[in-house]
């Protein structure tokens, strides 16, 4: 594949990428695999640890009974990776450490045996910024607490830690602390064909991304691989960016939350103008601030899986509105979301398939076409309409979907290809009742 990325230095920015050419809409400008990743802990047991893909029936690592697999190849292939890791996982049982540890501590085993793969990145974790002193103090104060959790977990596997850090490692990757610090502002939330959570990992050349809250490039996975890809032409020397997080807030709290994990101001043409704040908040705020300030109660719900609990909060609050606060407000935008989630997962499919159809102005106006999850939102929608029988409806929507994902996704992508078996199952269905 020819190379479609440089590095570069962006003014005002620091390091970037930009194209080396002209770029068109959907073309695959890097793929790569990560320097190290993990399954999140609250997922360890629904995801394969070696394929990253969810399964109803994983086989349990007898070792350190945290690790789980599709299958023996699975566990054989994630092995060479898993053995240094298990011991340390042993040595803490039945306590469990973070994600950014066991990510540190891959990176670790990673940097200390490295492969030729990895020899060849735009970028590596040697520059990668910690943003230390831009913390504050409760912040460093928390790094510490994992620094330490760090030394200790690795005990098992690498009792000499200090002189391995301070040997064998890059200067700027020898204090834990500093490591720490650069997997949280670097690491990646590695995501599955609906982009839901699995895992996290570093990507090191991809770091070199800048943020845009309307960006011209985003990011997909295949299983770990990840793969950046154009949304829009771009021309020669043209920045790549990509949005280091969900866009769908306000713009103080975009701002809030960027400054607070990533250290810095986002001054983008959407930053600046605030030009979708009227809209995200559009109603009476007496009439839907409640609709905020339950939000973090019933997103703690959707995480324990507690649908039932969640359905019956949102139920009311959507009712509530019904009406008076447009479908457009970000707040009723999110506890739709939430309702819909709880039904598809309580098999209520007419009311999943109801509050799905009513995101999709919402998901149109803030995800502007093609973004993925936009795309996505239209599969799920499809695919409801297909399984309550709506042939016609089921089509128009898949199809303006795969339209979508074949430009953010790729049309080899598994997202892209089950999308276009299930278009044509729905066409088959339809000629079917011509016929009839």
């Known amino acids: 594949m020819s190379v479609k990325v440089q590095r570069f230095v962006s003014a005002g920015r620091g390091n970037g990428l930009r194209c080396a050419g002209s770029v068109k809409a959907g073309e695959l400008l890097y793929s790569a695999p990560p320097l190290a990743c993990c399954v999140s802990n609250k997922l360890t047991r629904d995801v394969c640890h070696s394929c990253f893909q969810r399964c109803e029936s994983l086989c349990r690592c007898s070792q350190c009974k945290m690790a789980r697999y599709c299958n023996v190849a699975c566990q054989r292939r994630a092995w060479p990776d898993h053995k240094k890791e298990c011991k340390c996982l042993q040595s803490l049982l039945p306590r469990t450490p973070t994600d950014s540890v066991r990510l540190a501590a891959r990176i670790i085993f990673a940097m200390l045996s490295p492969s030729e793969k990895h020899n060849k990145e735009l970028y590596t974790m040697e520059e990668h910024e910690s943003h ?115 866009t769908v807030s306000g713009t103080a709290d975009r701002q809030r939350q960027l400054k607070d994990q990533y250290h810095f101001t986002c001054q983008c043409r959407c930053c600046e103008s605030q030009e979708m704040d009227g809209v995200m908040f559009c109603g009476d705020e007496m009439i839907w601030r409640p609709l905020k300030d339950a939000l973090p109660a019933l997103q703690e719900l959707q995480a324990e899986s507690n649908w039932q609990a969640v359905l019956n909060g949102c139920s009311p609050l959507l009712l509530a509105v019904d009406g008076a606060v447009p479908d457009e407000n970000v707040y009723k935008l999110r506890i739709a979301d939430l309702a819909m989630d ?62 979508i994902v074949e430009v953010t996704h790729g049309s080899r992508h598994p997202v892209a290809t089950e999308l276009l078996r299930r278009l044509e199952e729905v066409h088959a269905e339809m000629s079917c009742s011509l016929q009839q």
Not at 135 to 162: F, N, V, W
Not at 163 to 185: F, I, N, Y
Not at 382 to 391: E, I, P, S
């Open 132 to 246: 230390l002193s831009s913390m504050s103090e409760q912040k460093r104060q928390g790094m510490s607490q994992l620094a330490s959790m760090l030394h200790i977990y690795l005990q098992q596997e690498i009792p000499d830690l200090t002189q391995h850090m301070t040997s064998e490692l890059p200067p700027s990757c020898q204090e834990p602390l500093s490591l720490l610090a650069k997997v949280a502002c670097n690491c990646f939330t590695i995501s599955d064909g609906e982009l839901r959570e699995i895992g996290v990992g570093i990507y090191p050349s991809l770091s070199l991304l800048n943020h845009d809250c309307r960006p011209n490039s985003v990011i997909v996975f295949e299983g770990t691989k990840l793969h950046l890809r154009a949304v829009k032409d771009m021309s020669p020397e043209e920045e790549l960016t990509i949005s280091y997080i969900d």
């Open 342 to 403: 709880a039904c598809i997962n309580l098999e209520r499919w007419d009311e999943a398939l109801t509050l799905g159809k009513k995101t999709l102005p919402a998901y149109r106006q803030y995800y502007p076409d093609p973004h993925p999850v936009h795309g996505i939102q239209l599969v799920r929608v499809g695919k409801l309409q297909h399984y309550l029988g709506n042939v016609k409806e089921a089509w128009a929507t898949l199809k303006q979907a795969y339209e």
